[in-house]
């Protein structure tokens, strides 16, 4: 069975430093598949760069059967694979409606958006109760929740997230966890790059864990999670 995303040897760099250094993996439909590591180890430079943001050096990047090498990064988003980035990246002075559909501007289906609108709203009931708010007064984690909801109305085959629990409190993180479930149960599929290492381990189908630009070692997610070496440099147990 072919994956929905396969990477092959990709390399990566801003100017003279390599900032991923060869790495493959892929991501089966349906399937959380988690990229987990300290800062600098390059998980966001992966993620941007299977979004078309940055170049890679070399490598190749497939998606739905399609390789990826020259596609803009709108292209990509309608091709299915849609990014919820670091640090939200929301548009503070429009409103939450507005922001989201900001997420379907490829798109021309007014039902369907509308929609979808409306599931946002169904996944996170605090974004419909405020609605008309400009999105700049939200809390970190209703902004969070924002943005996932605004990646979701492109209606992605698969969706990125990118560190979608950073900063967030004890509870604000246990919710966004409980979405990303739940979407998984909905069909999604989903690339999770998060600091967290014990709950994207918790709910992912595999991970894989990186260390300055390089895939270290890979599992399922269980198998990561009572992983002695993985407990003590990303758990924080002896």
């Known amino acids: 069975m072919t994956a929905l995303l396969e990477v092959e040897d990709l390399k990566v760099a801003y100017g003279k430093i390599e900032a991923v250094k060869g790495i493959s993996f892929s991501v089966e439909a349906g399937q959380v598949v988690t990229l987990i590591g300290t800062n ?47 640090g939200r990246h929301i548009f503070p002075r429009l409103t939450i409606t507005d922001n989201l ?40 984690g209703e902004q969070q929740m924002l943005a996932m909801g605004r990646a ?42 998060e600091q967290n290492a014990q709950a994207a381990l918790s709910l992912a189908d595999h991970g894989h864990v990186m260390e300055i630009g390089k895939v270290v070692l890979s599992g399922t997610g269980q198998d990561l999670l009572h992983d002695e070496s993985v407990r003590k440099a990303y758990l924080g147990e002896d």
Do not use: C, W
């Open 152 to 193: 979701l109305m492109s209606r992605p085959k698969l969706l990125m997230l990118d560190e979608p629990s950073m900063g967030l409190s004890p509870i604000m993180m246990q919710k966004i966890m409980e979405t990303i479930v739940e979407l998984k149960s909905q069909g999604t599929t989903i690339l999770l790059v």
């Open 101 to 140: 559909r900001l997420g379907a501007y490829l798109r021309d289906d007014k039902d369907g958006i509308e929609k979808d609108i409306q599931r946002a709203y169904d996944l996170f009931p605090i974004l419909g109760e405020r609605r008309k708010q400009a999105a700049g007064t939200l809390s970190g």
């Open 40 to 86: 600098g180890a390059g998980k966001t430079t992966t993620l941007r760069t299977l979004s078309g943001l940055l170049k890679p050096l070399s490598g190749n990047i497939t998606f739905d059967g399609k390789p990826l090498a020259g596609v803009p990064a709108h292209k990509i988003v309608a091709m299915g694979l849609a990014h919820s980035p670091e």
